[in-house]
């Protein structure tokens, strides 16, 4: 498989980043909708996520934008967890924007944290499925954890992997933590979709922030595509936008501001 160069750009803080990757959701919704099709979203969570969000739903409060026929594929959420817990995806996500916006409930899935063990299995080939029926993703909007991980494919996922439930990294738990409310702990485990299932989309964009994502950037976007750092298979990909303020971008051979 042969290596491309992802278009990286380099902005000047967190919020300018944040607003170019809603820009680029808005404009795949909104050629979607001038072709009246549905768009296909793969979605992130994470704190790099919260100002993109509020920039989408900023843009459907003044300027029009319309979710109404969007169809979005969150990329994972934690196992077991109920979709109340302050710690869940399911939650992040209404409260940060399908709470905000015309969405339509039956358009947005997600990975459900609350699937019984026995059924975790058939759950995650039936969330395959569902992609797969409106697929490919047109575009998939992906952070990256401390460990490379886009999603929760920890390191040694393979490049053929799918929607399943893995163990998270010591290293996202402790990470993840921060967000966690005093007296709840992070589950050790999680429902991710997979890297194929990612890499199948017509085009992705990652943000990272902060200098605590400078080294992970420039090993995924710079270094050997191998399984430790899962975020490297990005470069297999033709069509990868990377928006970072300047301090995820500071270990980068080209780090300078474009
Ligand atoms: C989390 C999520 C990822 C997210 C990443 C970065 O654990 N599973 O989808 O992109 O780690 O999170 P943050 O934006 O909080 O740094």
Redesign the pocket.
Known sequence: MSTHRPSVHVLPDARSAQRAAAQRVAEVLRVKQACRVPAVLGL??????VGVYGELVRMHREDGLSFAHVRSFN??EYWPIGPDDPLS?HRAMREQLWDHVDADADGVLMPDGTVEAADVAAHCRAYEERIRAVGPLDHVL?????TG????NEPGSSLSSRTRLVR?DAR?IA??A??APPGSEVPDH?L?MGVATILEARAITL????AH?AEIVARALEGPVHADVTASYLQLHADVTVLLDREAASVLRQGEPG
Request: no cysteine; hydrophobic share 45%; proline share 0%.
């Open positions: 992130a969570t994470g704190a790099t996520m990329l994972d995806y992906l952070g990256i954890g401390r991980h886009i999603g929760f998270l996202t990470d993840n921060r967000l999680a991710t943000v990272a922030l902060g994502k």
